[in-house]
């Protein structure tokens, strides 16, 4: 079974930058789609962003439009980030990688996803 391992997270202030990292134990990435999700303590789980497939582009959750950006690492189909600019303290959450096959694309939803890592712990202060 392919694991999936994130990491990057840490303790930043408002407004800095992190990019999170997930690496997968095999190519699971080549037949599937990887994307991020993140849990608040108290809330549920809710989608972050997924990688773009054929010609659509990658998909945002609205909260993180335009401050997120998730890619692959071309030279490496076992790796995916989440490059997290601007971060408030609404971000605050442990930020977990999944994926979701190909006639999913579209859902944001948790149940449609698999795989989960153990997830990368984001803290971010005011």
């Known amino acids: 079974q392919v694991r999936l391992v994130e990491s990057g997270g840490g303790f930043v202030q408002a407004g800095d930058s992190v990019r999170l990292s997930c690496v997968a134990s095999?190519?699971?990435?080549?037949?599937?789609?990887p994307g991020w999700f993140r849990q608040a303590p108290g809330k549920e789980r809710e989608f972050v962003a997924v990688?773009?497939?054929?010609?659509?582009?990658?998909?945002y959750a609205d909260s993180v439009k335009g401050r997120f950006t998730i890619s692959r690492d071309d030279a490496n189909d076992t790796v995916v980030y989440l490059q997290m600019n601007n971060l408030k303290p609404e971000d605050t959450a442990l930020y977990y990688c999944?994926?979701?096959?190909?006639?999913?694309?579209?859902?944001?939803?948790?149940?449609?996803?698999?795989?989960w890592g153990q997830g990368t712990q984001v803290t971010v202060s005011s």
């Open positions: 999944a994926t979701t096959s190909f006639s999913k694309f579209g859902s944001q939803s948790s149940r449609d996803f698999a795989s």
């Open positions: 095999g190519r699971i990435f080549s037949d599937s789609l």
């Open positions: 990688v773009g497939w054929r010609d659509a582009s990658p998909l």
